[in-house]
């Protein structure tokens, strides 16, 4: 992989942001193909901590550490992770944290993967090495079960026929490559011309149960709340709705002030812990949509942190988690 050939969406709005400075610790929670993180390097000075669950990401950004002078460090793990990996690093407070969500291009473009009905290969998904495949969920997974997973991760309507259509094909052979999921959705998901494919809301469905990435990005937000020093700052780059809908929650239940009204006593409530940069998401411009579309859905947030302390996780998780799932709970 030739990471200096990606360039990540918004990558200059992102950047300009986190406004890295001399003397600064940041930390890129998504490295990907690495754009952010030549940005950060980019000013002279800096310390950079990145992170990726991803394998082959951290392998093809072995170049940049090498180039970096001892500035960048490279770790394999979850971005959920972030403040026990600056820890681990002797970082207990940095200036700003960046994160772009969601599965890559890069990713999308290896059948071996499994993540695109596009390019047939095997059903995983995995962005990392460890823990069940697309395959072994839609093997052992409830009708019941499959159908909330693909219709609240993939938003797909149709979810009860797909997951119906799904256990009675998996009772006559296993269903292990995109091709032959992509194929028992389109039987019974009708699209006209002119639409998405109709197995595009399953297979993201199935990929955000398989990497837990809403539970992610939400351990993750938090994470970055308790390590940004006051005035570091926070920019998340998200790609739909489901995972702009938590990050736009997150800082705007953090940025929150007062408690009452004018008829009611003032509710108790923690100090923000952040100061919104963006009051509405930055999205990208007409060239680079025309370059490339997956800019389309793209949205930034951004805050800055103040000297308030952490709010802390939040409430749980109110969908269906993975471990309960693949053990039929």
Same mark, same amino acid.
């Given at each position: 992989?030739?990471?200096?050939?990606?360039?990540?969406?918004?990558?200059?709005?992102?950047?300009?942001?986190?406004?890295?400075?001399?003397?600064?610790?940041?930390?890129?929670?998504?490295?990907?193909?690495?754009?952010?993180?030549?940005?950060?390097?980019?000013?002279?000075?800096?310390?950079?901590?990145?992170?990726?669950?991803?394998?082959?990401?951290?392998?093809?950004?072995? =170049?940049?550490?090498?180039?970096?002078?001892?500035?960048?460090?490279?770790?394999?793990?979850?971005?959920?992770?972030?403040?026990?990996?600056?820890?681990?690093?002797? $970082?207990?407070?940095?200036?700003?944290?960046?994160?772009?969500?969601?599965?890559?291009?890069?990713?999308?473009?290896?059948?071996?993967?499994?993540?695109?009905?596009?390019?047939?290969?095997?059903?995983?998904?995995?962005?990392?090495?460890?823990? #069940?495949?697309?395959?072994?969920?839609?093997?052992?997974?409830?009708?019941?079960?499959?159908?909330?997973?693909?219709?609240?991760?993939?938003?797909?309507?149709?979810?009860?026929?797909?997951?119906?259509?799904?256990?009675?094909?998996?009772?006559?052979? #296993?269903?292990?490559?995109?091709?032959?999921?992509?194929?028992?959705?389109?039987? $019974?998901?009708?699209?006209?011309?002119?639409?998405?494919? #109709?197995?595009?809301?399953?297979?993201?469905?199935?990929?955000?149960? $398989?990497?837990? =990435?809403?539970?992610?990005?939400?351990?993750?937000?938090?994470?970055?709340?308790?390590?940004?020093?006051?005035?570091?700052?926070? $920019?998340?780059?998200?790609?739909?709705?489901? =995972?702009?809908?938590?990050?736009?929650?997150?800082?705007?239940?953090?940025?929150?002030?007062?408690?009452?009204?004018?008829?009611?006593?003032?509710?108790?409530?923690?100090?923000?812990?952040?100061?919104?940069?963006?009051?509405? #998401?930055?999205?990208?411009?007409?060239?680079?949509?025309?370059?490339?579309?997956?800019?389309?859905?793209?949205?930034?947030?951004?805050?800055?942190?103040?000297?308030?302390?952490?709010?802390?996780?939040?409430?749980?998780?109110?969908?269906?988690?993975?471990?309960?799932?693949?053990?039929?709970?």
């Amino acid at each position: 992989m030739n990471s200096a050939a990606h360039i990540p969406v918004l990558g200059r709005e992102a950047v300009d942001y986190l406004a890295p400075r001399a003397g600064g610790i940041y930390v890129d929670a998504t490295f990907g193909g690495g754009g952010y993180s030549r940005a950060i390097l980019d000013v002279q000075g800096t310390r950079l901590i990145a992170i990726d669950r991803d394998r082959t990401a951290i392998a093809g950004g072995f =170049e940049l550490v090498d180039r970096s002078a001892g500035r960048l460090t490279l770790v394999e793990d979850r971005f959920s992770n972030l403040a026990e990996v600056c820890a681990a690093q002797g $970082v207990d407070a940095v200036d700003g944290v960046v994160m772009d969500v969601g599965v890559s291009s890069m990713q999308l473009d290896q059948a071996g993967r499994g993540f695109s009905f596009r390019l047939d290969g095997p059903l995983d998904m995995r962005m990392g090495q460890a823990g #069940p495949t697309a395959a072994d969920v839609v093997a052992r997974a409830s009708e019941g079960d499959l159908a909330d997973i693909i219709y609240l991760f993939g938003e797909e309507r149709h979810s009860r026929k797909v997951a119906r259509a799904i256990v009675a094909a998996r009772q006559e052979t #296993p269903i292990t490559t995109t091709r032959a999921l992509a194929d028992i959705v389109a039987r $019974v998901v009708r699209s006209k011309p002119g639409d998405i494919h #109709p197995a595009t809301r399953t297979f993201q469905g199935l990929r955000i149960f $398989v990497n837990e =990435e809403l539970d992610e990005l939400k351990t993750a937000l938090a994470a970055a709340e308790r390590v940004l020093r006051p005035g570091g700052r926070l $920019v998340v780059v998200s790609f739909h709705s489901l =995972e702009d809908r938590i990050v736009k929650t997150f800082l705007s239940e953090r940025a929150k002030t007062g408690g009452g009204s004018r008829h009611l006593p003032e509710v108790a409530q923690a100090a923000p812990s952040f100061q919104l940069l963006t009051r509405r #998401p930055v999205v990208a411009g007409d060239d680079e949509v025309a370059h490339n579309p997956r800019a389309r859905s793209a949205k930034l947030r951004a805050a800055e942190r103040t000297s308030a302390p952490a709010h802390g996780e939040g409430e749980p998780s109110s969908w269906p988690s993975l471990a309960d799932v693949m053990r039929g709970g």
